[in-house]
């Protein structure tokens, strides 16, 4: 952190990366790399980003009214699961090399993009073939465990990868999902931030500005969501993913 500019410039990087992240997209593709040009090294970025990703929570809960309407039973069942998920994550961070996942996490969001693509097709062929019912029932907690994990680890792609899981196994309408997506990565932000608020100093000259932007951000992005058309907004969300996985293959983190 140099300054006035640095604080301005994560500030605008959190506004946008609140509003695409909310929106369908990935938080960490704007905000992570933000953090890096700001001067932080990759674990402390990591660490204040997902900190800052505490602020999307309420905002997207918020500007999501209509959409979680009729969703706290699930929420209140499937929160947990995501919180300790993120929990767990956070820990093996702290005790584990920061890269073991390098090479792994750019196939998974790749893969998470293009089952967004693939999703109504995915979704009505289980349904004709009779195990869709049994695919919500094996996939979302086996699933949402372990991107949930990943999300306290690292958690670029996350985002992509949960509204996909969610699609397929729970709610096919994308403004829905979307914001059910929102709510649970969270939760996971919130025992993360806690455990690395915790346990070793954070750059909090960082975390301010940028979950400041994030939090107006998030206000945005579901309302955007609740407007573009299904289709366009699927199809933006997925090449951002498959954006983010080539960044990630070609530089991985480290």
Known sequence: MTGIGDLAMLTAAGVLAGLVGTAGGITSLISYPALLVAGLPALAANVANIIALVACWPGAALASQPELVGQRVWLRRWIPVAALGGA??????LFTPSGVFARVVPILVAVGSLALLAQPRLAAHLHQRGQLSGARGLILPLGLTAMSLYNGYFGAGSGVMILALLLISVEPSLPTANALKNMLIGAAAVTSAAI??????VDWMAVAPIGAGMFVGSILGPRITRRLPAGLLRWLVALIGIALAIQLWISPKS
Do not use: E, R
């Open 88 to 93: 767990v994550g956070s820990l093996l961070l």
């Open 196 to 201: 690395f608020a915790a346990a070793g100093p």
